[in-house]
C-alpha cells in the first residue's frame, strides 16, 4: 500500500519569494511516478509536475522544481518567483503499477502581494 | 492539448431527481475516472473505465452509475442522491491503462452538485 504525508496544512508567502511546499511517501514499489498538482479556488485540478522515480535528475517546469530523496522519500515542489497566481491548495501524489493515484491531505497555498 | 470537459459546470437537485454529468475528452486517452471531492480534502476515487471497460468500482452506492459509451465520454448517472453526495465530481482521463505506474491523469474542470 502506498502512503503520502504533506505535513503543511497551510503556507504563506510574498510574491516574489521562494517556497517550500513538503511531501514524504511511503511504497514498496521500485517503479512508481511522483505528482504534484494544484487546485487554484477555480477547483480545477492541474499537473505542475511528474517525477519518475528511476530518473535521479530533479523535475523542473519554468519556476516550479522539484527535489526527489528517493532514500529518504521525499518529494518537496519548490515554486521560485512566487505570484498572486499560485495561490492554490497542492497536492502532491504518487502511482504505482496496478494501484490508484494516491493523494496526500494537501497544503493551501497562499500568496500574499 | 491536455483538455478534459465537463458538464454542467453546476447542479442543483432535489432527492428524487434524476441528473447525469457528463465528461469529455478528445486526446485518445483510454482510461477514464470519476473522483467525489469534499472541500479541502483530496479527490476519492469512484470509478475507472479502462479501454471502455469498468475496471474499477470504489464500493460506491448503486445510486451513482457509471456509463463509458465510447472512448471519448464518460457519464455519471444520478438517481435518488443524499445531501451528503454533494461535493465537485471530477472526471480524469489518462492515456494508456489505468494500471500502469506511469499513466499521467489530467483532470476536468469539475462539477459542483447541491443535493437539496
Known amino acids: 500500500a502506498q502512503t503520502v504525508t504533506q505535513s503543511q496544512p497551510e503556507m504563506s508567502v510574498q510574491e516574489a519569494e521562494t517556497v517550500t511546499l513538503s511531501c514524504t511517501y511511503d511504497t514498496s514499489e521500485s517503479n512508481y511516478y511522483l505528482f504534484w498538482y494544484k487546485q487554484p479556488p477555480s477547483r480545477q485540478m492541474i499537473l505542475v509536475i511528474r517525477q519518475e522515480a528511476y530518473k535521479q535528475q530533479n523535475a523542473t517546469e519554468n519556476r516550479f522544481s522539484v527535489n526527489f530523496q528517493k532514500a529518504a522519500k521525499s518529494f518537496s515542489l519548490k515554486i521560485s518567483d512566487s505570484q498572486l497566481g499560485d495561490t492554490a491548495m497542492y497536492f502532491c501524489?504518487?502511482?504505482?503499477?496496478?494501484?490508484?493515484?494516491?493523494f496526500g491531505e494537501g497544503t493551501q497555498l497562499t500568496v500574499n502581494p | 492539448d491536455t483538455e478534459v470537459t465537463q458538464t454542467p459546470k453546476h447542479l442543483v437537485m432535489g432527492m428524487t431527481n434524476k441528473k447525469s454529468l457528463k465528461c469529455e475528452q478528445h486526446?485518445?486517452?483510454?482510461?477514464m475516472y470519476w473522483y467525489k471531492q469534499k472541500a479541502k480534502k483530496p479527490p476519492e476515487l469512484m470509478f475507472v473505465?479502462?479501454?471502455?471497460?469498468?475496471?474499477i468500482n470504489e464500493s460506491v452506492p448503486s445510486r451513482f452509475s457509471p456509463e463509458c459509451p465510447n472512448s471519448s465520454l464518460l457519464n455519471l448517472h444520478l438517481h435518488a442522491l443524499q445531501p451528503e453526495d454533494s461535493a465537485l465530481y471530477l472526471c480524469?482521463?489518462?492515456?494508456?491503462?489505468?494500471?500502469?505506474?506511469?499513466?499521467?491523469?489530467?483532470f476536468g474542470p469539475g462539477t459542483r452538485l447541491l443535493v437539496l
Open positions: 486526446m485518445g486517452h483510454r482510461a
Open positions: 480524469a482521463s489518462s492515456p494508456g491503462p489505468s494500471g500502469r505506474a506511469q499513466e499521467t491523469q489530467y
Open positions: 501524489a504518487s502511482k504505482t503499477s496496478g494501484s490508484r493515484l494516491t
Open positions: 473505465y479502462s479501454y471502455e471497460k469498468l475496471s
